[in-house]
C-alpha cells in the first residue's frame, strides 16, 4: 500500500443506505422498544455479542433486524473496512496534519511489522517499552534515589488533556491494583490551585514529576512544570533536577533544555494522537502505578480488541455496531447527546476521558472533501458513575422531553469484598435499564396510587406526574470484571467506535483545529491583563472584562 494513501471522501447522506434508512425511520419510528420485544423472541441473541471477556447487550435499541442490515449497508458502501485497514497499515489518514494514525502499533506484539513511510515501527516502540519497563524496575527495587538519599514515593504526572486524561482515568481505574508504596497524582489546570492542592503535603526529597507533553511547549504544562522545579528547587539544587523530574516527549531538545537527562526522556512519534496515547510512554504514570506487568495486560486488552476490529465483519464488530446504533440515534432520531453510565466507581473518570476522545475527535463540520457537511456528526458525551448519576440526572433521563441514548457499564465481579454491595449495585444497573425501557403507564400509576389509599380526585391529579413514558433506549455493556486487560479492551472498543462514527461523517477525526484560537487569544490577552502592552481593541464585551479584572486585581 502506498502509505500517502488518504480515506475515501464520501457523503454519507449521499448513499442509497443513507436514503433507505431515512425510509425505514419514517416506517419504524412510532414503535416502541416494547413492540420491538414483542415482535421478536430472538431479539437478545440477535443483538447480543460475546468478545472475549466484554458481553454487550444492544437489545435495547429501538432497531430491527433491518434497521441493523441498512447500518451495515451503509458501512460498506462507503468502504469502512478500507477505512480500517488504511489506518492499522499506516496511511496517512490524518491527511490535515499529514500523519499516519497508530495508536494500535503501541499495542502491537513485538514480531510485528507496521510501516510508516517505509519503516517498521514496532521495534522503536518496544524499544522504549522495555526502557520504561527498566526505568520503573529501579523503584521496584528501591535502587532510584532522590537527592538526599531517599527513596520515592510520589509521581506527580504534570500534563493536559491527552497527556492526563487518559492515564488519570485508567489510574483512578485500576486504583485496586496500584502498587503500595506509590502514589501517583495529576496536575493538568493552569489554575495555580491544582499544582499548590497537589504539592500541600508532599516532599521535594520523596517526589519525582513526569513531564508529559508530546510538543514540550504547551503553556498549561510548561507553566505547572516550571512552577513545580521552583517549588523543587527550595530544596535540592539544579544538578538534582534530573533525579526529580522525567519526560514524556516527542521534543527531546526542549526537555533537555528543561534540565531532564536524556535517558530520563521517554519518547513517542507524531503518529500518535495525544488523545490516543495512553499506550504510548504518556502512560508512564499508569506504569508506575500498577506495574509494569499490570500496564502490559492493559496494552494486551487494547491489543484484543486491535484484533477484533480489524478482522471481524461489521455485523458481529462490536466498536462498529456501536458506531452504527450512535449514528442511527443522531442522524435519523435527532438525539443529541450520550450518556456514558459504568456503574463502578473506579470508572468515574470515563465519561470526562471519553468526551476528549470522541468530542475533540468528531466534533467537526468540514467534511474530507473541504466541503461544509449538512448532517450532524460529533455526539456530545456526558456521564458519571451509577448509582450515584441515579440521584442526580437521571430524572431527567426518565421523564424528560430528550432521546438519550445510554451507555450502562458493569464488571459482573467487584475488586473489593463488599459482595453485598455489589448486588445492589448490580441490581440497580439492570433496574434502571429495565425502567428506561418499560417506563410505568397511567394505568399501573393509578392502580398503585389506588392501593395508596388516595381519592379518585387525587389520582387523577398526580397520576400524569407519576408515570414513566419509557422506550428510552440503552446498551449493555458487562465485564467480567474490571483489570488491566478487560479495560484495556474497554478502552480500544470506544477508539474504535469513534473512528468508525469519524469515518462514516466522512470528517478527519484525528487535528483538533478548534482548540487553537482561545489559545492564541489568550496568549494576545496575558500581557494585556498584566499591564505589559496596551490594551488591543477587543470587543466592547471583552474590553470591559479586562478593565473590570484589573480594576478588582489586588496582586
Ligand atoms: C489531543 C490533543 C490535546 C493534547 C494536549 C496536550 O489529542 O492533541 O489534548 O494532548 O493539548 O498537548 P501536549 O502533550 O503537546 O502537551
Same mark, same amino acid.
Given at each position: 500500500m502506498n502509505h500517502k494513501d488518504i480515506l475515501e471522501n464520501h457523503n454519507?447522506?449521499?448513499t442509497r443506505s443513507w436514503k433507505k434508512l431515512n425510509d425505514h425511520y419514517q416506517n419504524?419510528?412510532?414503535?416502541?422498544l416494547k413492540d420491538h420485544f414483542a415482535e421478536d423472541n430472538n431479539r437478545v441473541n440477535r443483538f447480543s455479542l460475546e468478545v472475549d471477556k466484554m458481553y454487550l447487550d444492544y437489545?435495547?435499541?429501538?432497531?430491527?433486524k433491518t434497521t441493523m442490515e441498512l447500518l451495515y449497508d451503509l458501512a460498506e458502501e462507503v468502504n469502512l473496512v478500507d477505512g480500517i485497514e488504511k489506518m492499522f497499515s499506516g496511511a496517512f489518514i490524518n491527511k490535515t496534519e499529514n500523519r499516519a494514525v497508530l495508536h494500535t502499533a503501541l499495542r502491537a506484539p513485538e514480531g510485528a511489522t507496521i510501516e510508516v513511510d517505509g519503516e517498521n515501527v514496532v521495534p522503536q516502540v518496544h524499544r522504549v517499552l522495555t526502557k520504561m519497563k527498566t526505568f520503573v524496575s529501579q523503584f521496584d527495587q528501591g535502587s532510584w534515589k532522590g537527592f538526599s538519599g531517599k527513596e520515592i514515593t510520589d509521581f506527580v504526572n504534570i500534563g493536559i488533556g491527552g497527556s492526563d486524561l487518559g492515564p488519570v482515568m485508567v489510574c483512578e481505574a485500576l486504583r485496586p491494583f496500584h502498587h503500595p508504596n506509590r502514589r501517583v497524582h495529576f496536575v493538568s489546570n493552569i489554575d495555580g490551585a491544582h499544582l499548590t492542592k497537589t504539592l500541600d503535603g508532599l516532599d521535594p526529597e520523596t517526589t519525582l514529576f513526569i513531564i508529559a507533553?508530546?510538543?514540550?511547549?504547551t503553556i498549561e504544562t510548561m507553566t505547572n512544570a516550571r512552577s513545580a522545579r521552583d517549588w523543587f528547587l527550595k530544596a535540592g539544587n539544579q544538578q538534582d533536577v534530573s533525579k526529580h523530574f522525567i519526560a514524556l516527549s516527542t521534543n527531546t531538545e526542549k526537555a533537555v533544555e528543561f534540565g531532564i537527562d536524556l535517558e530520563n526522556i521517554f519518547e513517542f512519534w507524531d503518529w500518535v494522537g495525544g488523545r490516543y496515547s495512553?499506550?504510548?510512554?504518556?502512560g508512564m504514570s499508569i506504569m508506575i502505578a500498577i506495574g509494569a506487568s499490570h500496564f502490559e495486560e492493559l496494552l494486551a486488552g487494547m491489543h484484543a480488541m486491535d484484533t477484533h476490529f480489524r478482522n471481524t465483519s461489521p455485523n458481529q464488530n462490536m466498536p462498529v455496531i456501536l458506531a452504527l446504533l450512535g449514528i442511527w440515534y443522531t442522524n435519523?432520531?435527532?438525539?443529541?447527546t450520550e450518556a456514558v453510565l459504568p456503574y463502578?466507581?473506579?470508572?468515574?473518570y470515563l465519561a470526562m476521558y471519553l468526551q476528549q476522545a470522541s468530542m475533540e475527535s468528531n466534533?467537526? %463540520?468540514? /467534511?474530507?472533501?473541504g466541503q461544509q457537511v449538512t448532517y450532524d456528526t460529533g455526539t456530545i458525551i456526558w456521564g458519571e458513575a451509577g448509582t450515584n448519576s441515579q440521584h442526580s440526572f437521571f430524572q431527567l433521563l426518565h421523564q424528560g422531553t430528550r432521546l438519550i441514548p445510554c451507555d450502562f457499564l458493569l464488571p459482573?465481579?467487584?475488586?473489593?469484598?463488599?459482595k453485598h454491595h455489589h448486588n445492589l449495585l448490580a441490581a440497580n444497573a439492570f433496574a434502571q435499564c429495565e425502567a428506561l425501557m418499560n417506563g410505568k403507564s397511567e394505568d399501573e400509576v393509578k392502580s398503585e396510587l389506588q392501593g395508596q389509599g388516595l381519592s379518585t380526585a387525587e389520582i387523577e391529579e398526580l397520576a400524569p406526574y407519576k408515570v414513566f413514558e419509557g422506550n428510552h433506549p440503552t446498551n449493555m455493556i458487562l465485564l467480567k470484571q474490571l483489570t488491566p486487560y478487560t479495560l484495556g479492551s474497554l478502552i480500544a472498543l470506544y477508539e474504535h467506535k469513534i473512528f468508525v462514527q469519524g469515518y462514516i461523517w466522512n470528517?478527519? %477525526?484525528? /487535528?483538533?483545529?478548534?482548540?487553537?484560537l482561545g489559545k492564541a487569544l489568550a496568549k494576545k490577552l496575558e500581557p494585556e491583563i498584566t499591564g505589559e502592552s496596551k490594551p488591543e481593541n477587543h470587543d466592547a464585551s471583552t474590553n470591559a472584562l479586562v478593565s473590570r479584572f484589573k480594576e478588582w486585581k489586588k496582586y
Open positions: 454519507p447522506t449521499k419504524s419510528k412510532n414503535k416502541t437489545s435495547k435499541n429501538l432497531i430491527d507533553s508530546k510538543t514540550f511547549t495512553l499506550s504510548s510512554a504518556i435519523f432520531f435527532g438525539s443529541e463502578d466507581q473506579d470508572l468515574h466534533g467537526k %463540520s468540514v /467534511d474530507r472533501d459482573v465481579n467487584p475488586n473489593h469484598d463488599l470528517i478527519f %477525526s484525528f /487535528d483538533q483545529f478548534g482548540v487553537e
